[in-house]
Nanobody, 129 residues
Framework: EVQLQASGGGLVQAGGSLRLSCAAS????????IGWFRQAPGKEREGVGC????????SYVDHLKGRFTIVSDNAQNTVYLQMNALKPEDTAVYYC??????????????????????WGQGTQVTVSS
């Protein structure tokens, strides 16, 4: 059974940093596209970025490039989302998701919720001003 466990959220002041973790079981994260998404209250779920180590593909939504970084730790079977220079508008529930067939080459597809088969439960990130 595939399971994704997102963790690491919390309350942080604007300008601070957080690192979220997506621990995978039932799959080898290296072989899957792992996407990060977020959903703020009253808004649609938004793609943040995607990584697939096996293909060497990585993509981010344009407006978060430079502040958010996704890295994969194959030994831990975990994918991390490093978030820097956080802003109040980054407040959201953050989710990770996995796809066995997707490549993280084209942002439009890689950051579409419909292409992911498995989802974690989400972790709350709150950025105070």
């Amino acid at each position: 059974e595939v399971q994704l466990q997102a963790s690491g959220g919390g309350l942080v002041q604007a300008g601070g940093s957080l690192r979220l973790s997506c621990a995978a079981s039932g799959l080898i994260s290296h072989d899957y596209a792992i996407g990060w998404f977020r959903q703020a209250p009253g808004k649609e779920r938004e793609g943040v970025g995607c990584i697939k180590e096996r293909d060497g593909t990585l993509s981010y939504v344009d407006h978060l490039k430079g502040r958010f970084t996704i890295v994969s730790d194959n030994a831990q079977n975990t994918v991390y989302l490093q978030m820097n220079a956080l802003k109040p508008e980054d407040t959201a529930v953050y989710y990770c998701a996995a796809s066995s067939w997707l490549k993280c080459e084209h942002t439009d597809r890689a950051l579409s919720t419909g292409v992911y088969d498995n989802w974690g439960q989400g972790t709350q990130v709150t950025v105070s001003s």
